[in-house]
Every structure is written in structure tokens, then in C-alpha cells.
């Protein structure tokens, strides 16, 4: 058992045991009479169970947090310094290197051509009328394309001259008797940047006893000096945890006497949680806006607005790193705003339909024996994986469309459509609907039924003129998440509509879905440099949009209907 686990298990005792100290003091602090005290013994206890415990679980829980990425910066500080003067003998040895300097001079007048043939691209597409030269961008696409293909070859022979470079300073060093840690450390300053956490990884698995992706001297010593710095770092954090502990728990002891506020301090404490558990979520959200907004500026940087959002072509194919070649690509959304709201208009005739008709029987016509059957069978819908729903639109509803046009005449209808992908999507949705609006609809007040039936109103005009307009709110909140559910589903667009940005009013072809087109472009191994991969925050930060767009509607229908019936 590590030394945290044993210190969090004291603290626990401690904490139990400040709980009694707590309320036994304040109980024999009035010799019994506990109507003397101001708060009752209970909250003596828990103010000083919360001040033995909580500074002392916060400062384990901060260790816990970045403990790893402390461990791994002093280890990376300690092995640097270790290679200070095999990285001397290094840069030496790049500077008298003409190749090497050469390659970085060809690099650097590449990479001057490169971002003026990009500007130039950018202020093209970005121009309008008579400025807009087609045939211009279409050259500079292809100088672009070769520029490319340049650099990666110079950055490609820059690379394998530096590890060239690198291995001779390396094997001279051993065999000048360099340490195997100045090795390690030479290895770790200098070694490429995808390379680097995977050497201090290793040397982590290593120091826990587990197995690395290789063996080496080299990441043997690193792993001594990670494991040192590991268990200083533990011994500290248990100590500071430990010592927070004992303070908390001897300060709050003397406090305790007849006139102390307890109630009010550990009321305070819950209530500053309570907020901070708020501010956590605004912030989480603030921060969601924030990261789509800041990565959504860096792509309007490279592509203009106006293109994105009325662009009639998506076709992202850039370039993503030195070493690949590509298109310039094209970022024209409409495509997909197109095929998510066609998608979502075919799920929402489905499911609002039938899951308010639903709603309304199971609640105001169905018998109790009924109801308790028919509606854990209709929300079983919602518990069926959406990949299986996927199956059964490519398997079964998808080649049924195709069969039954085929059978009037259309013979160009696909297995993927946009119509297969939004009946399956709105039978996936009809439990989302049906169950919340029967929960709005039955708890509507009963008065009202009695009021309406008084006046000599029948069951149906009951349901249509009081029941319903006294439940709209919910049934649109209902609805609305509905419509949330359709935008952001996934699986069941790829694998019954397809994934090709086909801009097309015919629900019977092949389209794609703003969500789908967002796990495209950031499966794999991406950059976030490129704008193919920056346009995946564009394109959340659209659904954002959308989502605000459609609460505030929803706000505003709750807003105008519900005063009638407060």
C-alpha cells in the first residue's frame, strides 16, 4: 500500500474521530444541557470533521491531479541539466555544419514563398466582382501544391542531417565515458516533439514496474530518476496532507464551547460548495464557448465567413502536415446545413406525431392496466443502441425505400437516403417525446379537466382547448430536446444516409449531417493547425448557434403561454 493510501486512511479516522472529539466537547461544554448550546452537538462535529478533512483531501487531490505532470517536469529539469554539456557539444557541431545551415537557409526562403503564395490565395478567395481571379488561384493552387512538396523534402533532409549529427555526438559521448542519465537526458532535450512525452512515458511505466514500447540505458536511468522524484513528491504530499489534518483538527477543537456558531459556519461551508459546484458549471460552459470560438476565429482567418456559410461545396481535402501533398480544399457548409435540417424536418414528422398522440392516449384514454404496459414497451425505443438503429435503417428500411420506388419507376433511388436515415432517427426519437409530454400532460391540474368537463365541454375539446394549452411549455421543451437529439445523432446518418456532402432537396439521395462531417475530420491523427481540422470547431460552434437559437424560442413560447394558467 503506497504512503497516500495509508495517509487518506488516517485522515478518514481522523476525521470520524474529530466528529466525536466535536461533539462530545460541546455536549460537555453546558455539562449535559445541551439546550444551552447555540447549535446542536451534530454540527460541532461536522464543522471539525470538515476542517480535519476537506484541506487535507484537497491537497491529495491536487497531487493526484498534477502530481504525473509535476513528476515529469523535474525529472525532464533534472535530465537537462545532466546533458547541459553533451547539448553544448551538439549546437556546436549544427553550427560548423554547412549542410545543415544550408538546408535551414533553403527552409526558411521555402517557408517565406509558402506564406506569400498563401496570402495571396487568402485575399483572392476573399475578394469579390472583377478582383476574383479564378485562373490566378487556380496557378497558385498548383505552386502551392509544389511548395509543399518542397519544404517537406528540405524539412525531410533537415531532419535526417540533424539525427545524423545527433547519433555522432551521441556515440562520441560513450565513447568518451559519458553517464548513461547525461545520455538519457541528451536523448529526452533532443529528441522530436512527438517523441519527447513518449520517452517520459516509458520511463513512468518503467519506474511503476509495468511494461514501456522499448528497452534501453538510457530509459532505465530515466526511470530512476522519474522514481525519485515520485516519491519525494508522494512523501511531501503526504506529509503537507497529513500535517493540514492534525491543524484543522486541533484548531476547530478549541473553538468548540457553548456559544459557538457551528450551524452558521457549516451552513456557510455547504452554501459556498453549493456555489462552487455552480461556477464550475458556468465556467465549464464558458470555457466550451470559448475553445469553439477561439479555434472557429483561427479557421475564419484561413477562409472567409461569407465562403463557409454560403459556399455550395465541402470538400476539406487540404494538406495536413509537411510530408503530405493535397487540395486547397473547399469549405462551403451549405451542404451540410442542408442535410442536417433535412434529416431532422423527416424525424420531427415522424416522432412529433406520433409520440404527442401517443402521449395523449396513454394519458387521458388509456385504461391504468394498459398504461402500465404500453408505455416501459414505448420507452424501450429510447434504451436500443443507435447503432442498431443503424443496422436496421442499411439493412432493412434503407433497401425497402429503394424496392418500393424501384417498383413505381424511380430506379436511381440509393440504399442511403436521407429519408431512410430520418424515419429510423424519428422512430428513435418517439420516447423522448411521447414520455415527456405524457409526464407534462398528467401533471396538469385536475381542476382544470373539472372546470372545463362543468361547463359542458366534451373529452376531446377538454384535451384541445385547456389540457394542451395548459402543458405547451413542456410539450415544447419536449419537442425541442427532440429536435437536439436528431442534430447531434451520429451513427444512424453515417450508416443509413452516408457521409458525402451532396447539396439536394431529394430526401431519396445520399447526404451528410454536420455531426458527421465533426467526426470525420478529427478521427485519425490530426493537427490542429490545418483548416480541414480547424473547421470542425466552425462547424460546432454552428450547432452552438442553433442550440441558443432554439432554447431562446422555447423560452420565449414558456414565457407567453404559461401566464395564463399561473
Known amino acids: 500500500m503506497s504512503i497516500i493510501a495509508i495517509v487518506a486512511l488516517a485522515i478518514i479516522v481522523m476525521l470520524a474521530g474529530g466528529f466525536y472529539v466535536g461533539r462530545s466537547r460541546a455536549i460537555a461544554s453546558v455539562s449535559g444541557a445541551t439546550a444551552g448550546l447555540h447549535s446542536l452537538p451534530n454540527y460541532h462535529g461536522y464543522y471539525i470533521a470538515i476542517w480535519t478533512g476537506l484541506p487535507a483531501f484537497l491537497m491529495l487531490a491536487a497531487f493526484g491531479m498534477f502530481g504525473s505532470t509535476l513528476v515529469d517536469r523535474l525529472a525532464a529539469a533534472e535530465l537537462r541539466r545532466d546533458a547541459q554539456e553533451l547539448s ?82 551521441a556515440e562520441a559521448a560513450v565513447a568518451g565515458g559519458a553517464s548513461v542519465q547525461a545520455l538519457a537526458g ?63 483538527l486541533i484548531r476547530t477543537r478549541s473553538q468548540v464551547a457553548a456559544g459557538f456558531r ?36 483561427r479557421f475564419f482567418s484561413t477562409v472567409p465567413l461569407t465562403e463557409f456559410l454560403f459556399g455550395l461545396q465541402w470538400s476539406p481535402q487540404i494538406a495536413l502536415r509537411a510530408d503530405q501533398v493535397g487540395q486547397s480544399g473547399a469549405f462551403g457548409a451549405v451542404p451540410l446545413f442542408a442535410g442536417t435540417a433535412m434529416i431532422t424536418f423527416i424525424a420531427m414528422v415522424v416522432a412529433v406525431p406520433i409520440g404527442l398522440l401517443s402521449a395523449i392516449y396513454l394519458s387521458e384514454y388509456a385504461g391504468p392496466r394498459f398504461r402500465l404496459t404500453a408505455k416501459p414497451v414505448l420507452e424501450i425505443l429510447a434504451g436500443v443502441p443507435t447503432v442498431v438503429y443503424g443496422f436496421f435503417a442499411l439493412l432493412t428500411v434503407g433497401p425497402a425505400i429503394r424496392g418500393f420506388f424501384a417498383m413505381i419507376g424511380f430506379e436511381d433511388v440509393v440504399t442511403q437516403s436521407a429519408l431512410s436515415a430520418g424515419l429510423v432517427m424519428g422512430v428513435m426519437i418517439i420516447p423522448f417525446i411521447s414520455s415527456l409530454s405524457d409526464d407534462v400532460i398528467n401533471s396538469v391540474p385536475q381542476s382544470l379537466r373539472d372546470g372545463s368537463y362543468a361547463m359542458g365541454a366534451t373529452k376531446s375539446e377538454t384535451i384541445g382547448r385547456v389540457i394542451m394549452p395548459a402543458a405547451l411549455p413542456g410539450i415544447v ?24 456532402a451532396n ?48 432554447n431562446v424560442i422555447a423560452l420565449r413560447v414558456v414565457q407567453r403561454y404559461r401566464e395564463k394558467y399561473d
Open 88 to 169: 553544448a557539444s551538439f549546437e556546436s557541431a549544427l553550427d560548423r555544419d554547412s549542410r545543415y545551415q544550408s538546408l535551414v537557409e533553403a527552409l526558411a526562403v521555402l517557408r517565406e514563398r509558402a506564406d506569400a503564395t498563401n496570402d495571396e490565395i487568402a485575399a483572392l478567395r476573399g475578394a469579390d466582382g472583377v478582383d476574383r481571379d479564378p485562373a490566378r488561384l487556380e496557378v497558385l493552387g498548383v505552386e502551392q501544391t509544389d511548395l509543399v512538396n518542397q519544404l517537406a523534402t528540405a524539412e525531410e533532409a533537415r531532419i535526417n542531417r540533424r539525427a545524423a549529427l545527433r547519433d555522432g555526438v
Open 262 to 297: 457551528a450551524r452558521n459556519h457549516v451552513e456557510n461551508l455547504v452554501t459556498a460548495m453549493l456555489f462552487l459546484s455552480s461556477v464550475i458549471a458556468i465556467m465549464t460552459t464558458v470555457g466550451i464557448v470559448f475553445s469553439l470560438l477561439f479555434e472557429s476565429i
Open 477 to 500: 421543451g419536449a419537442i425541442l430536446l427532440a429536435v437536439s437529439r436528431a442534430v447531434g445523432e451520429t451513427m444512424i446518418v453515417v450508416m443509413a444516409a452516408g457521409q458525402g
Open 503 to 550: 447539396l439536394t432537396a431529394n430526401p431519396l439521395e445520399s447526404v451528410t449531417t454536420i455531426t458527421v462531417q465533426i467526426v470525420m475530420l478529427l478521427t485519425g491523427d490530426q493537427e490542429f493547425d490545418s483548416p480541414k481540422t480547424l473547421s470542425a470547431f466552425a462547424l460546432g460552434l454552428v450547432l452552438f448557434v442553433i442550440t441558443l437559437v432554439m
Open 186 to 248: 541528451f536523448e529526452l532535450v533532443h529528441a522530436p516533439r512527438e517523441r519527447r512525452q513518449l520517452f517520459l512515458s516509458d520511463a513512468r511505466r518503467i519506474a511503476d514496474g509495468g511494461l514501456a514500447s522499448r528497452a534501453s540505458p538510457e530509459l532505465d536511468a530515466a526511470a530512476e530518476v522519474v522514481g525519485h522524484h515520485k516519491t519525494q513528491l508522494r512523501r511531501l504530499a503526504a506529509g503537507l496532507a497529513l500535517v493540514l489534518a492534525i491543524g484543522g
